[in-house]
T-cell receptor, first 111, second 111 residues
């Protein structure tokens, strides 16, 4: 049972480049979410989804897009990377908005 | 905007000492979770408290939810080097259902 799988583990981008962070879960969880973690700021919610075809914005959605075409996958797209998006990104899933299961994170640097 | 303030942000203690981490808010939460995160990994749930005044114990860790469900504490007895990590509290908003994270407390236990 893999749980929540995130790829890539590390990524370096130049300002203006776009990329997609991948997230997949094999627990048949309806609820999935993306967080960014910055020093001293805890985890901040970027976007979330309560089921396939349904997404909504979190606290810090600007510069990011998501889609949820299947229950398993919830990719996060950076449209035009900026240095302010340098962070560690975590994908999480849960069965019923209870316990969150996190992936191991993607460390992103934007130069 | 609901906020969760964690204190202290950093704690460095010797093995065998006791410590308490606090999580405070002016808002009421329907439940509160505590997570522990190790370097390079995602947070892992330790406990969820739901009822005001509830106390839960996990070996040497004691978690308490405030009577008014606005605050929580984590007490570790006789800390060990294996307790080293980032501790995060997260409150579930009764209004929006969203999970709001505190800034985290970095604990270092020296042998």
């Amino acid at each position: 049972n893999a749980g929540v799988t995130q790829t890539p583990k590390f990524q370096v981008l130049k300002t203006g480049q776009s990329m997609t962070l991948q997230c997949a879960q094999d627990m048949n969880h309806e609820y999935m979410s993306w967080y960014r973690q910055d020093p001293g700021m805890g985890l901040r919610l970027i976007h979330y989804s309560v089921g396939a075809g349904i997404t909504d914005q979190g606290e810090v959605p600007n510069g990011y897009n998501v889609s949820r075409s299947t229950t398993e996958d919830f990719p996060l797209r950076l449209l035009s990377a900026a240095p302010s998006q340098t962070s560690v990104y975590f994908c999480a899933s849960s069965k019923d908005r209870g316990r969150l299961f996190f992936g191991s994170g993607t460390q992103l640097s934007v130069l | 905007t609901q906020l969760l303030e964690q204190s202290p942000q950093f704690l460095s203690i010797q093995e065998g000492e006791n410590l308490t981490v606090y999580c405070n808010s002016s808002s009421v939460f329907s439940s509160l979770q505590w997570y522990r995160q190790e370097p390079g990994e995602g947070p892992v749930l330790l406990v969820t408290v739901v009822t005001g005044g509830e106390v839960k114990k996990l070996k040497r860790l004691t978690f308490q939810f405030g009577d008014a469900r606005k605050d929580s504490s984590l007490h570790i007895t006789a800390a060990q080097p294996g307790d080293t990590g980032l501790y995060l509290c997260a409150g579930r908003s009764g209004n929006t259902g969203k999970l709001i994270f505190g800034q985290g407390t970095t604990l270092q236990v020296k042998p």
